[in-house]
């Protein structure tokens, strides 16, 4: 049998792509250990009147137990969260697009939630900061915040969310500035977590 240069080359090429593993997008990844409780920092004397402190110390209580220092605090998806910057936003981001189908996946950075007014909600109106909790409108994303889980949210009663934002607004500034949106199809410069959801087959 007789083989010309052009079927050597080919069987060559089929050889090596037979060899080679098929690429598992799950190799670039690593799994931490995600800390789900952050404790919120205390309010602070001075930043609310006396008789408002129920109301303060209520929004305290709601945003930890609706985990919101787990995402809104450096480290803490690392299992390591950064107690001087509680809920100051944070540098790993949360991918919207999975990423384990594009390479490039669209990614949010947790905002920094404290009210310093350069890099936080300081310059935010109460209207607004309620409108980011319940429908996850804010200004540090394109549209809805596709990672907050504002639905839930959405069923929140008017006097808990009030209690939130006075709260927020009590809490020390941090200054602290996150990176901004990272569209589908663009290059991450910062690391990025992704809440995704795997169904076994049947």
């Given amino acids: 049998m007789r083989f010309t240069l052009a079927s050597v080359m080919v069987m ?3 050889l ?9 997008p799950r190799f670039d990844y690593e799994e931490l250990a995600y800390t789900g409780m952050v404790p919120s920092p205390p309010p602070r004397g001075g930043q609310f009147a006396p008789v408002e402190r129920d109301t303060v110390e209520r929004g305290r209580y709601l945003v ?8 809104h605090t450096d480290g803490a998806f690392e299992g390591a969260p950064d107690m001087d910057r509680l809920l100051a936003g944070s540098q790993t981001g949360i991918a919207y697009t999975n990423p384990l189908e594009y390479a490039q996946p669209g990614i949010v950075y947790p905002a920094n939630i404290t009210p310093d007014e350069d890099t936080g909600i300081g310059r935010w109106s109460d ?5 980011a909790i319940r429908a996850g409108i804010g200004r540090h994303a394109r549209g809805r915040i596709a990672t907050m889980p504002w639905p839930g949210y959405a069923k929140l009663a008017q006097d808990d969310v009030d209690a939130i934002v006075a709260y927020l607004r009590s809490i020390p500034a941090v200054r602290h500035a996150v990176p901004g949106e990272v569209l589908p199809g663009r290059e991450a410069r910062k690391p990025f977590v992704y809440f995704g959801v795997y169904r076994s087959r049947d």
């Fill in 16 to 24: 090596a792509c037979a060899a080679e593993k098929p690429y598992d």
């Fill in 12 to 14: 060559a090429l089929l």
């Fill in 127 to 131: 209207v607004e900061i309620a409108n």
């Fill in 64 to 71: 930890e137990l609706l985990g919101c220092g787990a995402c």
